[in-house]
């Protein structure tokens, strides 16, 4: 079945650090959405990108869709410790299914 | 406004109990949808429902059954729990399940619930 393949599983950085996660899907993706979950508590909705090559930012964290629409990126400028917590992509397949990656857990060590 | 509440918090059952997480929206929204996180796994979609009446399996459905009697509530069931269930458990809706559309509304998750069997 289709997958959603997000990496790395972790990523330590001393705060003040950019970070980047990868997501990448074996199939074309209808859209993409990006949630956070703070350590012990439930995923947080983001953002959703829909567009072929659609950039969106919010304060320091950039996001990426590709141009073929199957991989995206979060990026995060100057990390802080509020940062902390696990990055997940969310892709809408053809059929309508959401598929989750595996999630990025970042740390910040300040 | 509660958004999404899912209860209990914690449960420890033994293999071969059955038990009912419960979960609730008080958003009227039409699609809800059973998650399990594990270490490593990410999330993964167990049952889900586009609307009252009608439900689909997910990636992982075996061993669990929902219902979806009214538009709020969406509680999953397990028939006989195995130590393999032991997870923290999702559920989270959205205002529309937009299959057909490339817009769809974002999922607002329940706090969970951590589901031990022994």
């Known amino acids: 079945g289709q997958q959603v393949m997000q990496i790395p599983q972790y990523q330590h950085v001393q705060e003040g650090e950019d970070f980047t996660t990868y997501c990448n899907s074996s199939t074309t993706l209808s859209n993409i959405q990006w949630y956070k979950q703070r350590p012990g508590g439930h995923p947080v909705f983001l953002i959703q990108?829909?567009?072929?090559?659609e950039v969106k930012k919010q304060k320091r964290l950039t996001f990426q869709f590709g141009e073929a629409k199957k991989n995206s990126s979060l990026h995060i400028t100057a990390t802080q410790t509020t940062d902390v917590g696990t990055y997940f992509c969310a892709g809408r397949n053809q059929g309508g299914k959401l598929i989750f990656g595996q999630g990025t857990e970042l740390s910040v060590k300040p | 406004n509660a958004g999404v509440t899912q209860t209990p918090k914690f449960q420890v059952l033994k293999t071969g109990q059955s038990m009912t997480l419960q979960c609730a929206q008080d958003?009227?929204?039409?699609?809800m949808s059973w998650y399990r996180q594990d270490p490593g796994m990410g999330l993964r979609l167990i049952h889900y429902?586009?609307?009252?009446?009608?439900?689909d399996q997910g990636e992982v459905p075996n061993g669990y059954n929902v219902s979806r009697s009214t538009t709020e509530d969406f509680p999953l069931r397990l028939l006989s729990a195995a130590p393999s269930q032991t997870s923290v458990y999702f559920c989270?809706?959205?205002?529309?399940?937009?299959?057909?559309?490339?817009?769809?509304?974002?999922?607002?998750f329940g706090n969970g619930t951590r589901l031990t069997v022994t």
């Open positions: 990108l829909v567009k072929s090559g």
């Open positions: 429902s586009v609307g009252a009446g009608i439900t």
């Open positions: 958003m009227n929204h039409e699609y």
């Open positions: 989270a809706s959205s205002r529309t399940g937009g299959f057909r559309s490339s817009y769809n509304s974002p999922l607002h």
